[in-house]
T-cell receptor, first 115, second 112 residues
Framework: ELKVEQNPLFLSMQEGKNYTIYCNYS?????LYWYRQDPGKSLESLFVLLSNGAVKQEGRLMASLDTKARLSTLHITAAVHDLSATYFC???????????????FGTGTRLTIIP | SQTIHQWPATLVQPVGSPLSLECTVE??????LYWYRQAAGRGLQLLFYSVGIGQISSEVPQNLSASRPQDRQFILSSKKLLLSDSGFYLC???????????FGSGTQLSVL
């Protein structure tokens, strides 16, 4: 059974600081997704990492993927209050020979940025 | 452009009552469709997925069921709700093959 674990589960950090969220998964996969969820809202796609060594950046967020270590990181640079949200990573698992997949989500990291 | 509609946004139901949540996708054909549930403060649990009309795969044994009567319509149902069915239900779709999920706005279900 695929397991996707994130740490930390809760993160409270001051504005202007840097931090990293980690996502470990238990099976071979060459694709990983990061999503953001605001309280009471749906999930918004942030990054799609398509191969080993992939790095994507959007504003103060940067995501990377190491498929050999089965590890993805989401790095936050100079945090601002607007980044407060819950962040999920998700790993895909093929469900058919036609390339269909389903995503297994991590436990989520609730990030709170303190002014 | 593609859009996904999910309703209702909020639902309060007594234990033992039936449930029907509906999700429709516009602007695409033959999507893969998914139902996820999120318990309060928790992660997402995949409940059902469908790769075609009438094709439903269940991930977790439970008193819920899903149906796909049309290509872009996905319905989550229950004959008798349990307290443990409370949660935030999210419908999602993606293109055939590999790619990211697009989520609906969610339904907050409270079973009392």
């Amino acid at each position: 059974e695929l397991k996707v674990e994130q740490n930390p589960l809760f993160l409270s950090m001051q504005e202007g600081k840097n931090y990293t969220i980690y996502c470990n998964y238990s099976t071979t996969s060459d694709r990983l997704y990061w999503y953001r969820q605001d309280p009471g809202k749906s999930l918004e796609s942030l990054f799609v990492l398509l191969s080993n060594g992939a790095v994507k950046q959007e504003g103060r967020l940067m995501a990377s993927l190491d498929t050999k270590a089965r590890l993805s990181t989401l790095h936050i640079t100079a945090a601002v209050h607007d980044l407060s949200a819950t962040y999920f990573c998700a790993v895909d698992v093929l469900i058919s020979n036609f390339g269909n997949e389903k995503l297994t989500f991590g436990t989520g990291t609730r990030l709170t940025i303190i002014p | 452009s593609q859009t996904i509609h999910q309703w209702p946004a909020t639902l309060v139901q007594p234990v033992g009552s039936p449930l029907s949540l509906e999700c429709t996708v516009e602007g695409t054909s033959n999507p893969n469709l998914y139902w996820y549930r999120q318990a309060a403060g928790r992660g997402l649990q995949l409940l059902f997925y469908s790769v075609g009309i009438g094709q439903i795969s269940s991930e977790v044994p439970q008193n819920l069921s899903a149906s796909r009567p049309q290509d872009r319509q996905f319905i989550l149902s229950s004959k008798k709700l349990l307290l443990s069915d409370s949660g935030f239900y999210l419908c999602a779709w993606k293109h055939r093959g590999r790619g990211k999920l697009f989520f609906g706005s969610g339904t907050q279900l409270s079973v009392l």
